[in-house]
């Protein structure tokens, strides 16, 4: 086997957290290289949110690898599966989406992935799972069903969970992951790719495999990137994460306000930094974690940007934190001087999206007008031409009147 294909295998098992497993790996990519026949690399996505965050680049990422190796990346678009929902990681049974918010999500979601998959045609298939999930009858899908027992299905985590809460679980759940597996077998899949959360799912589809005579697929699963909070997996609601429609300057901010603990996972996951070279960024004595998180942020904005929105975000930021100085460009309002609330002068300037919202920054001490901390949100202030309003590290306002 040549050294090239031990090469490759090395640098995809990159921040992997398992594969099942590396030997038939190895003998896929060898046989790929032998036969000059490209990998079927799946990654499966629900559009049950339209926007992509950090977080889901991990995986994303990994399939890129794959691409630039040569391989086909097969992204499979789950409007069908969408409607069943699927329950990982829920304790409660997820609402089925009406075809049309799907149809919106997954646009918004493929145009946003482009920003990391090579979208030629020789390099990406875009799939919708409702081509084959849909002419299934009936008893094609109690066969389908017959390939897995229940307890099987029930050894699943999140079902586990449920059952021991005494929380239901409903038939249709139990379908999801063979509707999944079922797409391995549909799309000739060699490899799918998934965040650990997906391990499950993504095991059915090489039983499916086996059960129809054809070769299992490679599972690769991703480890779940933490959000800023440092705490739970980055996730928009729990407005937590970095969006990779984020302009430059906030997206510099988000990463530069997490701690030092979480650059190891950051540089691993979501860079191409040799890992020899991130064991010394992130060693104090060799590199100060400031500017090792500068250089972590330059180098993930760059790959989303380009070098030179990198420095200038990096710029901006030293500015107004290190220096203490107002950002260059600051929203501007009109507003009348009239007295208003602290709560409704921060929603007119778009600063916060809820009154909700606009007490607890308030309550954390993370509103100030010209300076001044502004802790009760009913109180009443008069809006002044060149008033600067702040909320947080890095919302601003400038009133004009």
Known sequence: MSTDIKEQLELLKRGTAEIFNDAELLDKLALSAKENKPLRIKLG????????????TVVLRKMRQFQDMGHKAVLIIGDYTARIGDPTGQNSTRPILTQEQIEENAKTY????????DTSEDKLEVR???????KLTLMELIQIAAKKTVAQMIQRDSFKQRLDKGVDVYVHEFIYPLMQ?????AIDSDVELGGTDQTFNNLVGRDIQRAYDKAPQIVMTM?????????????????????????PNDMFGKIMSISDEMMENYFTLLTDIPLDKVKELIEPAKMHPKEAKVLLGKTIIAGFYDE????????????????KQLPTDIPEFELAAEPITVKKLLLACKLVSTGGEAKRMCAQSGVTIDDNKMTDPNAEITPEDGMIVQVGKRRFAKITG
């Open 128 to 134: 919708h799972n409702s081509e084959w999930l849909e």
């Open 110 to 117: 493929f145009e946003q992935a482009g920003k990391i998959l």
């Open 45 to 56: 996505l629900d559009p049950t949110s339209p926007d992509i965050h950090l977080g889901h």
């Open 308 to 323: 030179a929105a990198a420095e200038a975000a990096a710029a901006e930021f030293e500015k107004i934190f290190a220096q």
């Open 223 to 247: 480890p779940i990137l933490v959000g800023l909070d440092g705490a739970e997996k980055m996730s928009k609601s729990k407005n937590n994460y970095v969006g990779v429609t984020d302009e």
């Open 181 to 185: 597996g079922y797409d391995s077998y």
